[in-house]
Nanobody
Framework: QVQLVESGGGLVQAGGSLRLSCAASGSIFSINAMGWYRQAPGKQRELVAAITSGGSTNYADSVKGLFTISRDNAKNTVYLQMNSLKPEDTAVYYC?????????WGQGTQVTVSS
């Protein structure tokens, strides 16, 4: 089992920045992927960004150049730096950890961007 603890969500004005963190604990394997999905009201959950333990990254087109994902393998922690936030970025952001066929989710953290 893997436990994920997220932090860093909140309320910010449009154009502002937030940094999300997600710390993983438990049965962590050295080869894995971590990242973030988000779900806005009435919409499907969508991938925001992901990063492998080797450092390869993947971003949704809507956040490329605005958000940056990074990780500290020694701390089993992934970060999402979100800049130039827009009201349409408002959603619950969920951290995930994946290894093989296993996928774990955090409890979610609310990000609200006011116009």
């Amino acid at each position: 089992q893997v436990q994920l603890v997220e932090s860093g969500g909140g309320l910010v004005q449009a154009g502002g920045s937030l940094r999300l963190s997600c710390a993983a604990s438990g049965s962590i394997f050295s080869i894995n992927a971590m990242g973030w999905y988000r779900q806005a009201p009435g919409k499907q959950r969508e991938l925001v960004a992901a990063i492998t333990s080797g450092g390869s990254t993947n971003y949704a087109d809507s956040v490329k150049g605005l958000f940056t994902i990074s990780r500290d393998n020694a701390k089993n922690t992934v970060y999402l730096q979100m800049n130039s936030l827009k009201p349409e970025d408002t959603a619950v952001y969920y951290c995930f950890y994946g290894w093989g066929s296993s996928l774990y989710w955090g409890q979610g953290t609310q990000v609200t961007v006011s116009s």
